[in-house]
């Protein structure tokens, strides 16, 4: 098993940035794909991005492409989210997640039902 804690969502103006941070503890960190997603009320979680267990592939969803940034340091047990112009449309709960099943890409990255592992969110809010 793995445990997952995120930290640094914020209050952020429109165009800002933030960096959320996930650690990991329990299990070999390399062994998990790891990804983002997001939660805004009354909404269904989201996907936002993923990374591969080596960091060498990510995938963004579209409406976050070219602004965040998904990376990992397997050293640190460590999954990063640098988010930048952030809208307020980008204000949710943002939560990372794991999963051991499923190594190589495909659409199940960005369903919420591959991650066994879940952290307990961190609340990002972007004002206008």
């Known amino acids: 098993q793995v445990q997952l804690v995120e930290s640094g969502g914020g209050l952020v103006q429109a165009g800002g940035s933030l960096r959320l941070s996930c650690v990991a503890s329990?299990?070999?960190?390399?062994?998990?794909?790891m990804a983002w997603f997001r939660q805004a009320p009354g909404k269904e979680r989201e996907f936002v991005a993923a990374i591969s267990r080596s960091g060498g592939f990510t995938y963004y969803a579209d409406s976050v492409k070219g602004r965040f940034t998904i990376s990992r340091d397997n050293a640190k047990n460590t999954v990063y989210l640098q988010m930048s112009s952030l809208k307020p449309e980008d204000t949710a709960v943002y939560y990372c997640?794991?999963?051991?099943?499923?190594?190589?890409?495909?659409?199940?990255?960005?369903?919420?039902?591959?991650?066994?592992?879940w952290g307990q969110g961190t609340q990002v809010t972007v004002s206008s």
């Open positions: 329990g299990r070999t960190f390399s062994t998990y794909g």
């Open positions: 997640a794991a999963q051991d099943k499923v190594s190589t890409f495909g659409s199940s990255w960005l369903q919420t039902r591959l991650y066994d592992y």
